[in-house]
Nanobody, 118 residues
Framework: QVRLQESGPGLVKPSQTLSLTCAVS??????????WNWIRQPPGKGLEWIGY???????LYNSSLGGRTSISRDTSNNQFSLRLSSVTPADTAVYYC??????????WGQGTQVTVSS
C-alpha cells in the first residue's frame, strides 16, 4: 500500500508562493491509470480538490484557483509537489496529498496545516 507524507512551511505571507512536497513510499499499481492529487480543507469548510498530476505527467487544476496552481513530480526521488502562487488568507487550510486509482482515492497523507498571514 502506498504511503504519503506532506511537508512544507506552516506559515506563508500574503502574496507569496506556497510550496508543499508529498513523499511517496510503498507499493502501488503502475499498470493502470493513477494520479497524485492535492486536496485542501479550509477551517470550517469541506474538502476542496486542488489538482493532480497523472502517471503520464499530465496535469489538471481546479479552475476556481484562478491559474495559481502548479503540480510537478520528481520520479527519481518518489515525490510530487504543489506550488500555489499569490496566496491570500483564504488559502489557509489543511493541505493533503492523495493517491487516486481505480476510481477512488486509496491513500491520503496525514495533512499539513498552512496558514497565510503577515
Amino acid at each position: 500500500q502506498v504511503r504519503l507524507q506532506e511537508s512544507g512551511p506552516g506559515l506563508v505571507k500574503p502574496s507569496q508562493t506556497l510550496s508543499l512536497t508529498c513523499a511517496v513510499s510503498g507499493d502501488y499499481d503502475t499498470t493502470n491509470y493513477y494520479s497524485w492529487n492535492w486536496i485542501r480543507q479550509p477551517p470550517g469548510k469541506g474538502l476542496e480538490w486542488i489538482g493532480y498530476i497523472n502517471f503520464l505527467g499530465g496535469t489538471l487544476y481546479n479552475s476556481s484557483l484562478g491559474g495559481r496552481t502548479s503540480i510537478s513530480r520528481d520520479t527519481s526521488n518518489n515525490q510530487f509537489s504543489l506550488r500555489l502562487s499569490s496566496v491570500t488568507p483564504a488559502d489557509t487550510a489543511v493541505y493533503y496529498c492523495a493517491h487516486y486509482s481505480d476510481y477512488k482515492f486509496h491513500s491520503w497523507g496525514q495533512g499539513t496545516q498552512v496558514t497565510v498571514s503577515s
